[in-house]
């Protein structure tokens, strides 16, 4: 599976890096069947002031901030399923962002704010993220490409990066 990180970093330096089988593949592929009974839409209304208004549907929360809003509540079941990974998520997340910016590993804390299941679909607004910042107190983000029963085009994960900024692309699938 690919997994990207995504940092915040003193500039003139990229701030993210793909990693080609960051998680094993096949142990996705056995969780997946799992991962498909545990997904619920859970509806999310961002605002009146949001691109996404209430109609942001296609997410399943695992982890939610406590103080974020909108208020969603985590869904246990795909906590269940995916909570390991989503900590190794973090420790390799962890080693990485320590390397980068020179800390010594172990010597910052690391929590995840929100973890979410997406499922994209090839549905009119469905089908992307609209380019976005993840958030003022955010240091990283993950992004973890899951498996699929069907095989699609597209999939790509695109990043504004670098100075001066350029679109980097990078196929998820």
């Not at 142990?27 to 619920?40: D, G, K, M, N």
């Not at 607004?125 to 983000?141: F, P, R, T, Y």
Request: charged share 25%; aromatic share 10%; proline share 6%.
């Amino acid at each position: 599976a690919k997994f990207a990180h995504l940092a915040k970093t003193p500039r003139f330096q990229l701030r993210h890096e793909l990693k080609q089988a960051a998680i094993d593949a096949e142990h996705l592929q056995r969780l997946f069947p799992e991962i498909q009974a545990s997904y619920v839409q859970q509806p999310l209304d961002y605002g009146r002031n949001s691109r996404y208004g209430d109609n942001w549907r296609i997410s399943c929360y695992m982890v939610v901030m406590e103080n974020w809003k909108p208020k969603i509540m985590p869904h246990e079941p795909m906590l269940r399923c995916l909570g390991d990974t989503m900590q190794h998520c973090v420790a390799q997340f962890e080693a990485w962002y320590c390397t980068l910016k020179g800390f010594r590993q172990g010597s910052k804390r690391f929590s995840v704010m929100n973890a979410f299941v997406t499922r994209y679909r090839p549905v009119h607004g469905e089908d992307e993220l609209q380019k976005h910042i993840d958030g003022a107190n955010v240091d990283g983000s993950v992004i973890l490409a899951l498996p699929t029963e069907e095989p699609f085009e597209g999939g790509a994960l695109h990043v504004w990066d670098g100075k001066p900024k350029q679109e980097l692309v990078y196929q998820m699938a």
